[in-house]
């Protein structure tokens, strides 16, 4: 069944400290509409410039994943994203006062919470899913980052990651469904090694670090004098850590919380691709540089089927005068109510036809599929689909009444998207071979708003009946 949309019911908001640029920031996530996605707005900035969340919009991931358009930006946006999608939230427009998004604990736990707090609401529009049916693959060389996209039914992560260090060793972790963000991955927080810490306050940067909001993993034994540096510099009383292992001997939730972070962060970076996705992304060594190129090569393929897509839109002219009407067809056809599926046919050559069926919401069928979420049966699209051709197949005749057709054969059936009530749709349907002893092979398509919705192949046959059709026993299509 298809999913609805989703937008927050009420704005909500957070506060904190940026980690890098160690600003003060109030971000607040407010509702959206239903095709609005995910947008950044600085409205500490004249003129309250937007940034679309945009992985082409990127412009820095030496630390995070940072924003920018017509110079303005804003940093470190991957934990609040990956909250969003990890909801699944659909629209969000995010306000913030600040260049950073606040780092909190360092993990997207703080941002899951307040969008459960301020819950959500359905939308009307149906969650579109880029469904992957081939395989993306990306590679860094110089930093050793393997990055593999390939079809799933889920949208499923897997990472494996190796620090060269005695502490954290090689580790993985897996997501295997979206459901599972919330509980197991939004609440792993992100990770630092001292020296790189070090180097990071040397350049002026880190200025929000706190061991509240970030793992700092000790590689090495660290001396007494070092340790009461480190002390002054994050205003703690103390500091310590036995041998190797983690600043101030922070317990880790999960003994591969650093990988599940690594996981956090791609979800978090792969909402840049602009909708979301139905695929299994495994990665080794992931950073955002690596996240944030794989996810420009995810969006190239979204551009390239939505391209698809609009050049496979078929046009038809449903106003022209119709070559057969609801009352030719009953008497060519046997079906009546409620199993005559055709109002009228607008076109026919010498080898193809073009019929119309105008979905009411007082169709019997929509009272038990489903209730309160119609959906036009597939089956009966395929059965409107064969009456179709059953109208062309039984023109090919003299006195169609005394013929009907039955199936004898349906292959290569494909349904690509709901049909509900008020949709018009068109069948069109094409000779495969010429008609032989009474075979009719045809190719078939449905549209609804000139795009496809389903397809198949139909082989049915013409037999002559003693009787006219009206008063033999009724024949299948």
Do not use: W
Request: glycine share 6%; net charge negative; with cysteine.
């Amino acid at each position: 069944m298809s999913e609805k949309k989703r937008t927050l019911k009420s704005p909500v908001s957070v506060s904190g400290v940026g980690l890098h640029t160690g600003a003060s920031a109030t971000l607040t996530i407010h509702p959206a509409d239903e095709n609005y996605g995910y947008k950044f707005q600085r409205i500490d900035v004249d003129g309250k410039p937007i940034i679309e969340a945009d992985c082409d919009l990127v412009v820095d991931t030496s630390r995070g994943t940072t924003l920018g358009k017509n110079g303005v930006k804003v940093s470190t946006v991957e934990h609040v994203l990956a909250a969003l999608v990890g909801m699944q939230i659909d629209n969000a427009h995010i306000e913030i006062d600040g260049p950073e998004v606040p780092i909190m604990d360092g993990s997207s736990k703080p941002f899951v919470e307040a969008i459960e707090k301020a819950g959500f609401v359905e939308q009307d529009a149906i969650r579109e899913y880029f469904i992957v049916d081939s395989t993306l693959t990306y590679e860094d060389p110089e930093k050793h980052v393997e990055m593999l996209m390939v079809p799933s039914e889920e949208y499923r992560l897997t990472v494996m990651v190796d620090y060269n260090s005695d502490v954290l060793g090689t580790q993985h972790a897996s997501m295997y469904h979206i459901g599972e963000f919330k509980d197991e991955i939004s609440k792993c927080r992100t990770f630092v090694f001292l020296h790189e810490l070090e180097m990071l306050l040397k350049h002026g940067l880190a200025k929000g670090g706190d061991l509240n909001n970030a793992i700092v993993i000790v590689a090495q034994e660290v001396s007494q004098e070092k340790l009461d540096e480190l002390a002054r510099l994050f205003n703690k009383p103390s500091m310590k850590v036995v041998g190797k292992g983690v600043l101030n001997n922070l317990k880790l939730q999960y003994q591969n919380e650093p990988a599940r972070h690594k996981l956090l962060d791609i979800v978090g970076d792969m909402a840049l691709v602009g909708m979301p996705l139905k695929a299994h992304i495994l990665s080794a060594r992931p950073g955002h540089a690596g996240n944030v190129a794989f996810a420009k090569k995810v969006k190239e393929l979204i551009q390239a089927e939505k391209a698809k897509r609009k050049a496979r839109i078929v046009q038809f002219d449903l106003n022209k005068d119709p070559l057969y009407t609801i009352n030719d067809i009953t008497k060519m056809l046997p079906h009546r109510y409620p199993f005559l599926m055709v109002d009228k046919v607008i076109e026919m050559d010498h080898n193809s036809i073009v019929g119309i069926k105008n979905v009411s919401f007082n169709e019997p069928f929509f009272q038990g599929h489903f209730p309160d979420n119609p959906v036009f049966p597939g089956v009966l699209q395929l059965e409107a689909m064969a009456q179709v051709g059953g109208i062309f197949a039984l023109s090919q005749v003299p006195d169609p009444e005394f013929y009907s057709t039955y199936f004898m054969k349906i292959d290569g059936v494909k349904f690509k998207q709901k049909v509900l009530p008020g949709d018009t749709v068109v069948f069109k349907l094409t000779l495969e071979s010429p008609i032989r002893r009474g075979l009719v092979n045809m190719r078939g398509v449905a549209y609804v708003n000139g795009r496809e919705v389903c397809e198949a192949v139909m082989l049915a046959q013409i037999i002559k009946d003693k009787q006219p059709k009206s008063e033999s026993a009724t024949a299948s299509v």
